[in-house]
């Protein structure tokens, strides 16, 4: 039986419960590691580890730039990329050096570094936005946003896009449901109120749907990514992101844009490559070579606005961030990172080997005559069981196809290549080479030629 992703699901079976039982066998250390592991909840350190589409998660040996090595010895052409937490690669020179000098100089101090102020510096000139401050995660940086603008304009409710990804903020766990209503997003976990009580929900790409909702008055920020990317890349249609700025000024509302993962579009995200101009902007993972850390931005008049309230205790009363945010390990990380590992030039590489993987992926569909489709953001591309591509969260989640996904990433694995666990990004660094994408397509190749042959 063929299904809407053109696959004999009957093949798809067999050949998954192959590539399942060789991973097994191929990785002997890492399920002993994993079956070991009873001390931690659900047997890794954060639950999200296991998702991993062969029914244990691969231990990580040592990486670096675009490789990562397992406990059982195979190397990997790593396209996950810490989803894009490792965005520069693995332990980058620069970045490493830097720590190296910050770990024998302090690694918390709670006392500013000129660190500081450098990296804000670079983000303002990148992203546009002049005022700038530091949490630990992209979520702090997003919760912490939120409650500032709240505060200056005295609404209760954010906006975000159906199928959203902004880490663990509690009000963006919100979907368009099925009479296109607001609801809660499936699976959330103890929630702290109702979302629909704290928030509104639009489908991306649907202008009319966002004014329905902005027309309430009592939406204090929209919070999106300019393109979604944690349910599969969704990107804007011509004049939508126009359009959703135009309306928050109409209706009083404040336009947050999360760039954490959209910040592979380019050196200064998706903000500076399509000329946006939101009133924040926040960030995380990629800016530090890996090191933890989170940052927002806000416009001189928003800064000023906040500043000049004094019934806001913006010292004691935060609600996010805490003793480690700003710490020096995390400012001369980011130091190192954007002023000489993910720098301007090192983009415009890294956007020039992922139109080489896209072009790759799309000449492959389109031999084995697959309804699938590619779409790309700068640096990162996505292969999706839809064609045309999905314009909103709720049409891009209902085209998933997970034992499909499971057999791709598990096939990629035990020939070597990893891609996000969560959908099939793959996003380059400015170590990832086009021998590289060559060995991703030989693989991919491979698998659609057993997927497809009679």
Known sequence: MTTESGVDRVRLGALAARERAAFAERNPKSAAAYAGAGHLFGRVPMTWMNKAAAGFPLYAAGARGARITDLDGHEYVDFCLGDTGAMAGHSPGPVAEAVRRQLENGLTTMLPTEDAALVGAELSRRFGLPQWSFALTATD?????????????????????????????????????????????????????????????????????????????????????????????????????????????????YLINDETHTFSAGPG?????????????????????????????????????????????????????????????????????????????????????????????RKLLETYALPWSVSQLGARVEYRFANPAPVDGTASAASADPELEDFLHTYLANRGILLTPFHNMALMSPATTLDD??????????????????
């Not at 009000?171 to 509104?200: C, F, H, K, Y």
């Not at 190192?336 to 090192?346: K, P, R």
């Not at 060995?439 to 042959?453: I, N």
């Open 141 to 253: 940086a997003n919760r912490w946003a939120i409650r500032l603008l709240r505060a200056v304009s005295g609404r209760p409710r954010i906006l975000f896009n159906s199928y959203c990804y902004h880490g663990s903020v509690d009000e963006s766990l919100i979907v368009v449901g099925p009479g296109g209503e607001g609801m809660s997003r499936e699976g959330n976990v103890g929630a702290p109120a109702d979302v629909t009580q704290t928030s509104r929900v639009a489908e991306f790409n649907d202008l009319e749907g966002l004014e329905r909702e902005l027309r309430n008055r009592d939406v204090a920020a929209v919070l999106m990514e300019p393109a979604l990317t944690n349910i599969g890349i969704v990107l804007p249609r011509p004049g939508y992101l126009d359009g959703v700025r135009a309306l928050t000024r109409k209706y009083g509302t």
């Open 437 to 454: 994408v060559q060995r991703h397509h030989e693989v991919f190749a491979a698998a659609l030629e057993e997927l497809t042959t009679a």
């Open 269 to 361: 995200g998706a903000t500076r490559a399509w000329g946006l101009d939101p009133d924040v902007v926040t960030i995380g993972k990629a800016i530090a070579g890996g090191i933890p850390i989170g940052a927002y931005g806000l416009s001189e008049d928003l800064a000023a606005t906040l500043l000049g309230r004094d019934d806001l205790d913006l010292v004691d009363m935060g609600g996010v961030g805490g003793t480690l945010a700003g710490n020096p390990v995390s400012m001369a990380a980011a130091r190192a990172t954007l002023e000489q590992v993910l720098t301007d030039a090192a983009f415009g590489v890294m956007i020039s080997t992922a139109t080489a993987f896209a072009e790759g992926l």
